[in-house]
């Protein structure tokens, strides 16, 4: 296992109860898991209850993979909110983007997304609340490039910064390969996936009303192999998933049967063995979420 391309692992831990023998232990259980694995791990996590907090390479930047697609959907409701757009909008369905190097067209491939009937409707028009809605539960690839067309990836990297994330990177849509070609990439870390998570959980990245409803989709995914993977069933996991190759990502608002809540951002990198990283991924989240109910 490596966590830092130095190949260091750097891990903070910060608490505001005296419980550092169980985050001593917990570390360690986490550190264990990890080291099964070749890649790079970062975790970012808070308790929004008790205001503990956990972190591994939490600055560490990470390809955002799919992970982007909730910044863009705060940009939604941000635009929706100030009355620059409105969710029941009609928007054409189309297959035709241009790239941020130099405004050339390209296309997405069906077989390369992971929702393919939105490709059966190219031409026509659809809500743009179900865009959204298909962009998060389904990583609708098609459907983010409409929606960020729309709104404005800079605009989205904006709100970012003005929400407390300052590393994230919304720059393109998705499948843009000359803008990838020239290191044009959408890119994350660990606490600013986490920072806008807690905004959510707080209604303080667009407003109450229009959280809750983020909160809602992100109740829906249909990706379930990480956070939610090993967790049990009454546990309420609101996530937005990424992936590419060597890379897996996950990133949660998690409540608990009580109403009680934490954040979580699982990120990974670099993996040569994709699938047990996913699965011991999934057992950190069980590990960090019996950590919490145990300290209740």
């Given at each position: 296992?490596?966590?830092?391309?130095?190949?260091?692992?750097?891990?903070?831990?910060?608490?505001?109860?005296?419980?550092?023998?169980?985050?001593?232990?917990?570390?360690?259980?986490?550190?264990?898991?990890?080291?099964?694995?070749?890649?790079?791990?970062?975790?970012?996590?808070?308790?929004?209850?008790?205001?503990?907090?956990?972190?591994?390479?939490?600055?560490?930047?990470?390809?955002?993979?799919?992970?982007?697609?909730?910044?863009?959907?705060?940009?939604?409701?941000?635009?929706?909110?100030?009355?620059?757009?409105?969710?029941?909008?009609?928007?054409?369905?189309?297959?035709?983007?241009?790239?941020?190097?130099?405004?050339?067209?390209?296309?997405?491939?069906?077989?390369?997304?992971?929702?393919?009937?939105?490709?059966?409707?190219?031409?026509?028009?659809?809500?743009?609340?179900?865009?959204?809605?298909?962009?998060?539960?389904?990583?609708?690839?098609?459907?983010?490039?409409?929606?960020?067309?729309?709104?404005?990836?800079?605009?989205?990297?904006?709100?970012?910064?003005?929400?407390?994330?300052?590393?994230?990177?919304?720059?393109?849509?998705?499948?843009?390969?000359?803008?990838?070609?020239?290191?044009l990439s959408n890119t994350t870390t660990p606490l600013d996936l986490?920072?806008?998570?807690?905004?959510?959980?707080?209604?303080?990245?667009?407003?109450?009303?229009?959280?809750?409803?983020?909160?809602?989709?992100?109740?829906?995914?249909?990706?379930?192999?990480i956070i939610p993977g090993n967790l049990p069933t009454e546990v309420?996991?609101?996530?937005?998933?990424?992936?590419?190759?060597?890379?897996?990502?996950?990133?949660?608002?998690?409540?608990?049967?009580?109403?009680?809540?934490?954040?979580?951002?699982?990120?990974?990198?670099?993996?040569?063995?994709?699938?047990?990283?996913?699965?011991?991924?999934?057992?950190?989240?069980?590990?960090?979420?019996d950590h919490v109910v145990s300290v209740e």
């Amino acid at each position: 296992m490596k966590l830092t391309k130095t190949f260091v692992l750097m891990l903070a831990l910060v608490s505001c109860k005296p419980n550092t023998n169980e985050l001593e232990s917990l570390r360690s259980e986490i550190l264990e898991e990890f080291q099964k694995h070749e890649g790079t791990f970062g975790v970012a996590y808070k308790n929004l209850e008790t205001g503990e907090e956990l972190y591994i390479n939490e600055n560490e930047v990470f390809h955002a993979a799919s992970t982007m697609k909730t910044p863009v959907m705060i940009e939604v409701f941000k635009q929706a909110a100030e009355g620059k757009l409105n969710l029941p909008d009609s928007i054409e369905i189309k297959n035709t983007f241009s790239s941020i190097v130099d405004g050339s067209s390209y296309s997405l491939h069906v077989e390369d997304d992971s929702e393919t009937e939105l490709y059966d409707l190219i031409g026509t028009k659809r809500l743009l609340s179900d865009l959204v809605y298909d962009m998060i539960i389904v990583s609708s690839n098609l459907a983010t490039n409409i929606v960020i067309e729309l709104v404005d990836a800079k605009k989205v990297t904006n709100t970012m910064r003005t929400l407390g994330a300052k590393d994230i990177q919304v720059l393109r849509g998705v499948e843009d390969q000359k803008a990838f070609d020239n290191g044009l990439s959408n890119t994350t870390t660990p606490l600013d996936l986490m920072i806008i998570f807690e905004k959510m959980a707080k209604g303080e990245a667009v407003n109450k009303e229009s959280d809750e409803r983020m909160i809602e989709i992100l109740l829906d995914q249909k990706y379930n192999e990480i956070i939610p993977g090993n967790l049990p069933t009454e546990v309420k996991v609101a996530h937005k998933t990424g992936w590419i190759r060597g890379v897996h990502h996950d990133s949660a608002l998690v409540i608990l049967p009580d109403g009680k809540k934490y954040v979580l951002v699982l990120l990974s990198k670099e993996l040569t063995d994709e699938d047990n990283a996913v699965a011991s991924m999934a057992k950190v989240s069980r590990l960090i979420y019996d950590h919490v109910v145990s300290v209740e």
